[in-house]
């Protein structure tokens, strides 16, 4: 059985999260450190371009290194205001992103 994490999507699309008061997400999990990147920095650009004030990234919790990436390239864009941790009980697999 074949993991749906492990495929590389073709192109990002905006999903809104329920309940989540027009919060988008992007879905990293399983995803490479390269590709990943490219994906949430065009990811963020399309939020801005669309005037969201609030994304989720899912990076799932795994070895660490996509959720460093997350909130390092986060924390060094201009155009973040903050990001902090969506913890669930013990899990660290989703970073709130505050967008100006």
Do not use: W
């Not at 990293?28 to 005037?51: N, P, S, W, Y």
């Amino acid at each position: 059985v074949r993991s749906p994490y492990l495929s590389t999507p073709k192109s990002i699309t905006l999903s809104t999260v329920p309940g989540g008061g027009g919060t988008m997400e992007l879905d990293i999990r399983g995803l490479r450190l390269d590709e990943a990147r490219k994906q949430l920095e065009t990811f963020l650009d399309q939020a801005l371009l669309k005037g969201l004030s609030s994304i989720r990234v899912l990076h799932g919790e795994g070895t660490g290194a996509l959720r460093s990436m997350v909130r390092d390239l986060c924390d060094s864009n201009p155009l973040v205001k903050t990001t902090s941790s969506e913890r669930k009980g013990l899990s660290d697999a989703v970073t709130l992103v505050e967008l100006y």
